[in-house]
């Protein structure tokens, strides 16, 4: 088997077990001439599965685009499952995020969300691992954290802080049930969406930033009432970097996710589409969370720091207390 049937088997095997994929449906496949061959595999697999398909290519003299091309808008009608196999700018998060503002207004579509997406990750570990295995281990982690108040999050780089959880239950891209819902690709992971006004301390983020890869240095983030009131590295153009990043606007700087990996077959690539699937990871998000249950932030972007071995001491409403994660490890 070369490469492309490879990749095709893989894409076809992450429609069907994390999209829920049949042959009635009608699949758009968002790509760019960056991750061609990724998003021609998803394509060739739609088709050979016996669904419709059509394959669009982001207009590249446009990149990093600001607005959803009409042309792409107008293809959203009729189409059951979505797949956005593109290369992940950090100045098209913006975009990303009025995509999918019209992909889910439709009410009837499935999205596999691919931002970043390569051709290790297609053939190597990933995708390809035992779907309903690590479903039965993320489910069970959000059970959980059912009627949790707050979460007190440490680790080994650092990270000490207080997050505020109580009624923003937790959901989980390794399968899909119902339309109008999102799931990146490689999937594996569960999140939540924090209060927005409550949350404190110090995260240190010693492992990748979303859009931006590795850090050379760790960065400190520093909050206040769920917002960053400041941040430090001894990387000072990576500080410069995030400062612009997350002054798009007044929301950017808010809390957005706690996110827990759970991908046995993710490694840590500095690629934060597989990166935040890893096990013994979180990360947290600052930005546009609305998509989450009970979220709030509205911002035009959203934003992922990641740190490893993270420590979860999770409070419950009626004020009992359980570690459900130490150093890393799922207790």
């Given at each position: ?18 999209l ?21 595999a998803f394509?060739?697999a ?12 982001l207009?590249?003299k ?6 959803v ?14 797949i ?24 009837s579509?499935?999205v ?22 690590m ?10 954290f ?30 899909l049930?119902?339309?109008s ?11 939540c969406?924090p ?17 931006i890869g590795k ?9 206040e ?6 941040l430090e ?37 500095g690629?934060?589409?597989?990166d935040e699937?890893?096990?013994q ?11 989450m249950?009970?979220g ?14 993270p420590t ?8 009992s207390?359980?570690?459900l994660l ?6």
């Open positions: 088997m070369n490469e492309f049937e490879k990749m095709k088997s893989s894409a076809q095997n992450a429609m069907i077990h994390v829920n994929l049949i042959q009635e449906d009608v699949v758009l496949v968002v790509t760019d001439k960056h991750t061609k061959k990724e998003g021609e394509y060739t739609a088709i050979e599965y016996g669904c419709k398909a059509h394959i669009y290519f207009p590249e446009d990149r990093p685009l600001l607005k091309p009409s042309e792409l808008s107008s293809l959203v009608d009729g189409k059951t499952v979505v956005n196999a593109i290369k992940g700018f950090s100045e098209e998060t913006p975009f990303r995020i009025k995509w999918m503002d019209v992909v889910l207004a439709t009410k579509t499935r596999g969300h691919c931002p970043g997406i390569t051709k290790s990750m297609m053939i190597e570990g990933p995708m390809n691992i035992d779907y309903e295995k479903a039965i281990s993320a489910n069970k982690m959000i059970n959980s059912d009627n949790a108040k707050q979460v007190h999050i440490t680790a080994p780089g650092g990270t000490d802080i207080i997050l505020y959880i109580e009624d923003r239950g937790f959901s989980t891209d390794v399968k049930i119902d339309a819902h999102i799931a990146n690709i490689p999937c594996g992971e569960i999140w969406g209060v927005e006004t409550e949350g404190d301390g110090l995260i240190v983020c010693d492992g990748s930033i979303g859009d850090v050379s240095k760790p960065l400190k983030i520093f909050l009432k769920g917002k960053i009131i400041n590295s001894d990387d000072q153009k990576l500080v410069d970097e995030v400062e612009k990043l997350i002054n798009i606007d007044e929301e950017a700087r808010i809390v957005g996710e706690l996110g827990i990996g759970f991908n046995p077959g993710a490694k840590l690539s690629n934060m589409l597989e699937k890893a096990l990871t979180a990360h947290v998000a600052f930005g546009n969370n609305e998509d249950v009970g709030q932030n509205k911002s035009k972007t959203h934003r992922d720091f990641l740190f490893y071995k979860m001491k999770v409070t419950y409403k009626d004020g207390s359980k570690i130490k150093d890393g490890d799922i207790l």
